[in-house]
């Protein structure tokens, strides 16, 4: 597929992780191969412009944009679409076409209540005592009940989904507890099986695992070591799982976080049940955690659509593009590419090496508020490290407002969401979504949410302002009122995160008599 830009043309889509280099205009030059998913974040054979047309394949492609020319190629059929006249109207097409959504059976409690994972505190060493005590310090703290995630390091090993006895001596006591407390409970689960187990013996025996050509089991490599890993394309790996998840839940947890599930921990060209690429490994994990109303994922392939709250990656605990700085255009593609119920990692960041002494990025309370403000606004809200351990009095107080402004708007946040069930369009709105031909197609740094709310966070060190880019109209920032002809003004961000709520704003491109 070979196309030419048009005038003042951009694109978004592909890879989440990629979207800190997004747009595309036709002075850009930018190369990706996307043929197997090489990130750790959601990835969509989908490309929107602004002029109203997409790209499309079935399967992962290679795409290269260079100096007006698109140009790509793969494995099977890429559809070059046009017509459909903005970016909300390629989108909408393209979800038409490619992606309609499922039935979503994503519990509210996400959007209605923050998420609270204990990794950071934790990581692998979780324990029954330390988990009743960070739920209680949520609690003394101000912050309000939620989803509590224990993380890995709760079962014995991979494969076993049981709590371990020694660090869990009453598990069912504990779930009970965090019930009464206000909480739901979920836990941490891989497509993983740890050898020279018992139940590594029975899946090999079973043939339940992904097999190498010779008829071995697999081993693969992964973050957390060596593991053989279940035929997701087998109906009975899947029962099987599906027996151990059971009693979970007759014990009282309420879902699961799938985690790991990477492409590129898989080897192409296996023996599986059924034939399957190393992406479509990567989606029936995904499709299989559906089925659960409480449930996360972190990286997939063609899961647009889907009824799953999907997580940007781990972000550092930085101001840059792989920290903070990655987080709202992060969540912008995710919106575009057709994942609206998102969650912007971590509060501070999920990268758990960053919290450690010696990981040589010092813990910047500034930062970790920043963050939390723009989760406030996002369709999840997600806590890890503790912010009444890590922060001062008056910077925890920062986080208790940004928990008020959550508040205020959340009728328009759940509405908004409620709107995505139905309809499919993104939580997350690009500007350049609810106000094309406004010049506003690389504004990455503040959204929408629906078409009524302007957020405006702040990303930058020490900063008393910033620019925000106000569409043509009438705007409320708290007490005042502000009228715009669709040029940037300078807000003062003292008070934290800013929120414009429309009141008389226009969307096309038209000209305005607005007195300045």
């Given amino acids: 597929m070979q196309a030419k830009f048009l005038e003042n043309e951009f694109w978004y889509g592909g890879a989440v992780y990629e979207s800190y280099k997004q747009p595309i205009g036709e002075e850009d030059s930018v190369e990706w191969d996307f043929r197997e998913n090489p990130t750790a974040n959601q990835i969509m054979p989908l490309f929107l412009s602004t002029k109203g047309r997409y790209i499309w394949s079935e399967k992962g492609f290679q795409i290269q944009f260079h100096k007006g020319m698109i140009q790509a190629e793969g494995d099977c059929e890429i559809l070059l679409k046009e017509g459909y006249d903005s970016l ?10 490619h992606f309609p959504f499922h039935e979503i059976r994503l519990s509210k409690r996400f959007f209605e209540a ?6 950071i505190e934790m990581t692998f060493y979780q324990e029954q005592n330390r988990i009743l005590e960070y739920a209680r310090g949520i609690l003394e703290h101000g912050l309000p009940t939620g989803i509590l995630m224990i993380d890995d390091g709760w079962s014995p090993y991979y494969g076993k989904w049981q709590f371990r006895k020694d660090n869990f001596p009453e598990a069912r006591k504990m779930i009970e507890e965090l019930h009464k407390m206000g909480f739901q409970v979920m836990v941490w689960i891989c497509p993983f099986i740890t050898p020279d187990t018992v139940e590594y013996r029975e899946t090999r025996d079973k043939h339940l695992l992904i097999e190498t050509p010779e008829g071995k089991p697999r081993i693969l490599e992964w973050w957390n070591g060596y593991s053989a890993a279940l035929d997701l394309t087998n109906p009975k790996a899947l029962e099987w799982l599906k027996g151990q998840l059971d009693v979970l839940q007759e014990m009282g947890i309420d879902g ?16 599986l049940y059924k034939k399957a690429n190393t992406d479509e490994l990567s989606r029936l994990w995904a499709a299989f955690g559906e089925q659960y109303a409480f449930n996360e994922l972190r990286v997939c392939f063609k899961t647009g659509g889907y009824s799953l709250m999907q997580r940007l990656c781990d972000k550092h605990h930085t101001w840059d593009e792989r920290g903070i700085g990655g987080l709202m255009p992060g969540m912008l593609l995710q919106g575009l590419t057709g994942h609206p119920f998102g969650s912007p990692d971590m509060i501070g960041g999920g990268e758990y090496l960053s919290f450690q002494e010696n990981s040589g990025e010092c813990f910047d309370a500034e930062l970790f508020v920043r963050y939390c403000e723009i989760a406030a606004l996002m369709p999840v809200m997600q806590f890890s490290a503790a912010p009444w351990r890590l922060l001062g009095k008056e910077d925890y107080e920062k986080v208790l407002a940004a928990m008020k402004v959550r508040e205020k708007y959340l009728p328009v946040l759940l509405e908004t969401v409620q709107y995505a069930y139905e309809t499919g369009e993104p939580v997350v709105r690009h500007m350049e979504y609810v106000f094309p031909g406004q010049g506003m197609e690389k504004t990455m740094n503040q959204f929408m949410i629906g078409d009524k709310l302007l957020v405006a966070p702040v990303t930058e060190k020490g900063a008393a302002s910033r620019s925000v880019r106000i569409p043509r109209g009438r705007w409320k920032l708290e007490d005042k009122i502000l009228e715009s002809n669709g040029e940037e003004q300078v807000l003062d961000s003292r008070g934290g995160l800013l929120v414009l709520e429309s009141i008389d704003v226009i969307k096309k491109d038209e000209k305005t008599d607005i007195e300045m």
């Fill in 88 to 97: 909300r109207g390629a989108y909408l097409e393209a979800m038409k076409q």
């Fill in 114 to 119: 923050p998420v609270y994972n204990t990794w």
């Fill in 256 to 271: 699961f976080k799938f985690d790991a599930g990477d492409s590129y921990y898989y080897t192409e060209g296996d023996r």
